[in-house]
């Protein structure tokens, strides 16, 4: 009822206005345009804005835009003209709207933004197909009569161009316009702006060169400029460009924004932390960079300075902050404690957030050997679809963490039974299956998510590793691992599997190039086992145990690098 009273409010005001001196200055000039016509405000005329208004409040904004539009038109008054526009644009009847546009730009001829908001409309009473033409029209007699406006006016053009799905045209109407400006800087941005539109990097670029000649050093172009090479994938370029700029103009909060950002974008993180430390200094209670920093902080393995500065944004208002409480939850379950974390999950409200809340309370219950009660808390909030197969995968790799692989593969046999051909499922019941030595049902389930998703790469990579570890049917392994290569060239995981699979079918010399180059992308622990297995094998003893013994320094509780070094003597 509040906001039903106060939009007749703002109606009686705008009729209230209607019966004053019709010669009379309106607050917004460029929308009035020029002398109001002298309205009388008749009952008639009243009930029709009331009409109109209660209609938008109870949720009926067609109705709305009509009545508005039938009401511009008998008292022809461009502020009406101008509401019945927004209420027809909100409702999304593009028709409707134009020809309210139409009528406002018609009843306040010097309004640029009359004649702007006709531009971005021209056409849409065709079908919603927009008139080119009408539109470069509109807009050059808008850049004409720019009155002092015309930076803001270049500037606008691509965004009054946006709902033309054709970005190729929109460019060379941005040309058309921008020919008479050339001396402007903002014409060459919008020219840029349209060609990064038109997806042509180098034509952008040449754009913005040209601005920064007409104006040096002009920071809009700067940062263009950066965006335009970090997209074009010269981050490194753009890094120097910007370090430049901020050594130029080091009082410049906006660049050395820009530049934190970018040294983010390229992963230097440590730099990119010094320089939000540094925007922090002036700016204390920023809430984006104290998130920022805290970000950073925990990205670098600091939780103390994250947790920190995650509790400062929090304090000051960041509005991601059920997000700052997921990161300062997970902060104190890593530190074992429990309670505290689960405060801070359990004060998440975001629909979005809460089930992801509600898995790691259940993970920090879980690591506090309360296996059952974690289930029980998953098993007790699953409602849609989707989050109920978050939670099932959750409560499986809660299951397999506690070393009870055959009750995760019974929960996934149940989901199964619900939705059989979900790859994601099939995958990791087939894993799980491996785990404890259940190799039929492994093969069974990973040729279904083949047969499901034959661009499956790691489903390929684990039925032909599981094979080969087994000496089982190698040729095929080897025909499964290099299908798999050919779908994801370059993963560690499956040149280790190739190299594994040459190993065993007696290829020592073949196995180790693939080895050495899976390890080489990554250092994990299996592979180094496999390594130093086919180094030994090939009497390079000393290399294997130093690959043995930097992996094993590095995973000591790894149960396939213990072995290894136990079987070969080297422990």
Known sequence: MKTQLSRLARSLCLALALGACGTATAANGDAVGGPLPNQELTPRTLYHFLLAEIAGARGQIGLSAQLYLDLARSTRDPRIARRATEIAMYSRNLRMATEAARLWAELAPDSEEARRVL?????????????????????????????????????????????????????????????????????????????????????????????????????????????????????????????????????????????????????????????????????????????????????????????????????????????????????????????????????????????????????????????DEARALLQAEADEPEVMRRYILAEVQILRDARRPAEALLVLDDALRETPDDTGLLYEAAMLAEHIDRVDLMETRLRRVIELQPDHAHAHNAL????????????????????????????????????????????????????????AKRQDAEIAAHLGEVLWSLSRRDDARRILDQALAAHPDNALLNATAVRLGIR
């Open 119 to 371: 531009a971005s409309m021209s056409g849409a009473e065709h079908g919603g197909e927009i008139d080119l033409d009408a539109v470069q029209i509109q807009l050059a007699r808008v850049l004409a009569q720019s009155n002092g406006r015309l930076a803001q006016n270049l500037l606008g053009l691509n965004r009054t161009l946006a709902r033309v799905p054709d970005k190729q045209a929109v460019r060379g109407i941005v040309g058309r316009l921008t020919e008479p400006y050339l001396d402007v800087p903002e014409a060459h941005i919008a020219r840029a702006q349209a060609a990064v539109a038109a997806e042509d990097p180098m034509g952008a670029l040449a754009a913005v060169e040209r601005a920064l000649q007409l104006h040096p050093g002009w920071e809009p172009a700067v940062l263009m400029k950066a965006q335009i090479l970090q997209q074009a994938g010269a981050g490194d370029e753009a890094l120097r460009q910007l370090e430049a700029e901020v050594a130029r103009k080091p009082e410049s909060t906006t660049l050395r924004l820009a530049w934190a950002r970018a040294l983010v974008s390229a992963q230097r993180f440590e730099a990119a932390r010094t320089e939000f430390r540094r925007l922090l200094e002036a700016s204390p209670n920023d809430a984006e960079l104290l998130y920022a920093v805290g970000l950073l902080s925990l990205q670098l393995e600091q939780p103390i300075e994250a947790e920190v500065h995650f509790v400062r944004a929090l304090a000051a208002g960041h509005p991601q902050s059920d997000l700052i409480r997921l990161h300062l939850g997970q902060i104190a379950a890593e530190r074992g404690q429990g309670e505290a974390a689960r405060k801070w999950f359990d004060e998440v409200t975001d629909p979005e957030l809460r089930p992801e809340a509600n898995i790691r309370s259940a993970q920090s219950i879980a690591r506090e050997g309360r296996v």
């Open 464 to 519: 032909g590793y599981s094979l080969a570890d087994r000496k089982l049917r190698l040729e095929e392994a080897e025909a499964l691992i290099l299908r798999a290569l050919e779908l994801a060239p370059d993963d560690p995981f499956i040149l280790d599997s190739l190299g594994w699979v040459r190993f065993r079918r007696g290829d020592g010399a073949g196995a180790l190039v693939h080895l050495e180059r899976a390890y």
